[in-house]
């Protein structure tokens, strides 16, 4: 069965610094791959995705992530932190029999100091 | 503006009652979930629909029951609640191609 694994529960950065999120997936096939934030109180808002290709995917907000089949990784990147990016982060892949179901990981909670 | 409206936004319940929660979408979507989400564990599908009249269980369905009458609409149902469920639910629509578009949230305790 497919799953995420966000080994990070919680990461602290300085603003200004740059970030990396981890995110490992269990998946037969070549996945389809999600970030998602979600904000104190909100929803969840989709940062990128990867389908197939250029394995280098850039999102909104700053965001890129790199997929490496090698290593089944899905890491999240930004060069430069703003106070607004604290919020959870949450990597996704698709489910198994299609209809475009999600299986989340458990998140990493993002602090930044100013 | 367009999107994914749940009521209510808090409940709070006591054993063994019961309650619907309601998710309307304005997007013209077909498929519609119902997700969990309870704190180390990420998001967790409970139900989920591919159009209207059609519901299918997803990975936590135990306990809940889910209806989509209308397209716009899609009902999630405690018989009889448990303080297992106590949780924060969240609707989304949408495809993987398109995006999902997430509801703001029902946070629902149960005592």
């Known amino acids: 069965a497919q799953s995420v694994t966000q080994p990070d529960i919680h990461i602290t950065v300085s603003e200004g610094a740059s970030l990396e999120l981890r995110c490992n997936y269990s998946?037969?096939?070549?996945?389809?791959l999600f970030w998602y934030v979600q904000s104190p109180g909100q929803g969840l808002q989709l940062l990128l995705k990867?389908?197939?290709?250029?394995?280098l995917v850039q999102g909104i907000k700053g965001f890129e992530a790199e997929f490496k089949r090698s290593q089944s990784s899905f890491n999240l990147r930004k060069p430069s932190v703003h106070w607004s990016d604290a919020a959870e982060y949450f990597c996704?892949?698709?489910?198994?029999?299609?209809?475009?179901?999600?299986?989340f990981g458990a998140g990493t909670r993002l602090a930044v100091h100013p | 503006n367009a999107g994914v409206t749940q009521t209510p936004k808090f409940r709070v319940l006591k054993t063994g009652q019961s309650m619907t929660l309601l998710c309307a979408q304005d997007m013209n979507h077909e498929y519609m979930y119902w997700y969990r989400q309870d704190p180390g564990m990420g998001l967790r599908l409970i139900h989920y629909s591919v159009g209207e009249g059609t519901t299918a269980k997803g990975e936590v369905p135990d306990g809940y029951n889910v209806s989509r009458l209308k397209k716009q609409n899609f009902l999630l149902g405690l018989e009889s609640a448990a303080p297992s469920q106590t949780s924060v639910y969240f609707c989304?629509?949408?495809?993987?191609?398109?995006?999902?578009?997430f509801g703001s949230g029902t946070r629902l305790t149960v005592v």
């Open positions: 989304a629509t949408g495809t993987n191609n398109y995006g999902y578009t």
């Open positions: 996704a892949v698709e489910g198994s029999g299609g209809y475009n179901k999600l299986i």
């Open positions: 998946y037969g096939a070549t996945p389809y």
């Open positions: 990867y389908f197939s290709g250029d394995t």
